[in-house]
């Protein structure tokens, strides 16, 4: 997948400017915001939940070599394949592979943010296989041939209005404006597909150790679909995704869908292990699961460890101002919001998405809402101070901050520095109270006024006070 | 009790009569307050700009300038944070008597409304509308400062506390990021500032100068000019000679 977040100035730009989009984004607070807190309240004890929930995953991690070896020797254990990818490149390729090897032509998926990380599809169909999404969401995208800009509700940004107009364009039927009308219309055309597949595709939201499980959360029914009808199921997972027990699985369970989406549990869970047996009516023939790397292995100790724990509810981005803001696609990759901000850097590399982190008001809120107590805001500041080491701020950055420490330290000089400041800004400003340009903070006046002051620093005025 | 008033950077350039409210107010609780002379900045602009050291040496010159005072109190949630919740987090590899000397820093600094809720005896100030409080988040989820504030202000002869919708959401001031990314940082201001309007307040008041110059600055751009914005500890102290942010 081509990493953008380089442009995120001004694809934020766009997407400020993009009043459909606004219109869109303005459904987050109730939809997900407002869900999310009453699901929490409804369930009463939730922060000790959270608790759970993160020292679930901090024990996971703690162990994840052993972990992993146990989940690979469970899955195969039970007629599961198991490999493993170091990188995305390579993922594809097993993939492609195991479609070859099985001799696939068709392919269906359900949603994925593994796979989009990998932009699986495009290596699928560069090699001629046929691939259709059949979560809802994201077979409006491939239509439309956009990239999610949610990693739960991919397809946010756009309007009903939008989605009859791709329908009636792709599909050639009477044109159905009614969201009820357009989901059968789409489940229509997408239920023979499902039977006329030989293979389906998946990501994972967990792994079970002790059992060698794919566990699956959706809502729409497809990933069941995806996973039972054709003889080849393929699950694709990020390392980070094991957990050792299913009672460890039943803790998240509950916090997941309750940060995600404020329900008390998806319309669907799935847990599939191994293929299906000799007296059993459904499931594939063949279970192969990769397991990605993709620079996971690297995070584990370092300095953005927690970042593992995430369980891609979206609960952070649902709640960041920032992302209520622009949305998705300006961040640029895969991953939005503040867990994009600080996955996009750790995987991709901080010089190729050096002001994701810097986009983020530190608010908090992502931190509150985390189903895992991930400290987002500490990690997006760590890579800020990455960047300063690593000296990929721009010249004019680093010598401000420069001047502003040197001042700072230097009392008499500081003093000097602010009473002059003081001075200025009440002479451009005192009349209004208010100044309106301000060449060396252009940045703040573009939008805002800044306050003229009252010609004197504080403790000018205090210190006048004192002796008169 | 000896009390050091840390002014912060803001307040010094932007609004001495909010030092001048905070001096008055902690002067009522009966404490000897003192002002270090050679205070400047708390360091957040570094901190969350990636340069800790810099952050580190001002966090080791507070130490010094508020060494003789019982208690450090801050008009800021968010530097009252830095001191308490970041300071510590900076020196855990540095040498043990600098660690101590920063822990016993955080463990006696104070934003203001959490000093002075329990501490003061009296209010001075009296004010006739409607106001509403505006949570800033430092304040708020790193310090837990929630009802401090509002308290204070009940006690206010004539003003009346109505709550905006929203209360705790970002204003998208963010520091650094009010001037990197002014568009969005604007955008964000853009709901809060409806929020203020739709509760009917006349005044808008809060717990962090960053916070409120920003809601300010863009309600007067966006042409509101009668939407009053002032510091909660001014309102608290008396407003009588205050120019307020209109």
Known sequence: MEVTSHRFRAAAAESLANTQLQRALARIPERFVAARARAAAEFGEFEQLRAAGAAIRERTLARLDVLLERFEAEAVRRGARVHWAVDAAEANRIVLDIARGHGVRRIVKSKSMVTEECALNDALETAGLEVLETDLGEYILQLARERPSHIIAPVIHKNREEVTELFSARHRRPRSTDIAALCQEAREILRPQFFAADMGITGANFLVAETGSVALFTNEGNGRLVTTLPRVHVAVAGIEKVVETLGELAALARLLPRSATGQAISNYFTLLTGVRGATESDGPEAFHIVLLDNGRSRLLGSELHPILRCIRCGACLNHCPVYQTVGGHAYGWVYPGPMGAVWTPALVGLERARELPEAATFCGQCQVACPVMIPLPDLLRRLRTRATAERLRPARERLALNLWGCAARHPRLYALLTALAARMLYRLGHRRGWVRRLPLAAGWTATRDFPAGEGRTAREVLRRERSG | ?246
């Open chain 2, 1 to 246: 009790m000896r009390v050091g008033l840390f002014i912060t950077c803001l307040a010094d350039l932007l609004r001495p009569s909010l030092a001048r409210a905070a001096r008055t107010l902690l002067a009522l609780t009966g404490a000897e307050v003192v002002v270090p002379r050679r205070q400047t900045c708390c360091g957040q602009p570094a901190l969350n700009a990636g340069a800790p050291t810099a952050a580190r040496t001002l966090a080791l010159k507070l130490v010094r300038e508020f060494a003789d005072c019982d208690a450090v109190v801050l008009p800021s949630g968010s530097c009252a944070g830095t001191l308490r919740i970041h300071f510590p987090g900076l020196f855990t590899e540095r040498p043990e008597a600098e660690r101590r000397d920063i822990e016993a820093l955080a463990a006696r600094t104070h934003e203001l409304a959490e000093f002075l809720e329990r501490r003061l005896p009296e209010v001075p100030g009296r004010y006739a509308g409607r106001v509403t409080y505006h949570d800033s988040c430092s304040g708020l989820r790193e310090l837990g400062v929630k009802q401090a504030p509002r308290a204070l202000l009940a006690r206010v002869p004539g003003l009346t506390l109505v709550e905006m919708a929203n209360a705790e959401d970002c204003c998208g001031f963010g520091g650094t990021f009010a001037l990197k990314y002014g568009a969005i940082s604007a955008a964000i201001c853009d709901r809060k500032c409806a929020a203020i309007r739709a509760s009917g307040a006349g005044t808008v008041t809060g717990g962090d100068l960053g916070c409120l110059m920003h809601m300010a600055g863009r309600l007067q751009r966006t042409g509101d000019t009668t939407t009053r914005v002032l510091h909660w500890a001014e309102l608290v102290a008396g407003t009588d000679g205050v120019q307020t942010w209109k």
